[in-house]
């Protein structure tokens, strides 16, 4: 089974979540 998608997957989502906490929190 490749996992490695889903891992790429979610680490661009979990980026996008925190950039979207960090821009909430500074601006």
Avoid: D, E, Q, S
């Avoid at 979990?14 to 906490?21: H, K, P």
């Amino acid at each position: 089974m490749n996992i490695k998608p889903y891992v790429r997957k979610f680490n661009k989502n979990t980026r996008g979540l925190i950039n979207n906490l960090l821009f909430k929190t500074f601006f």
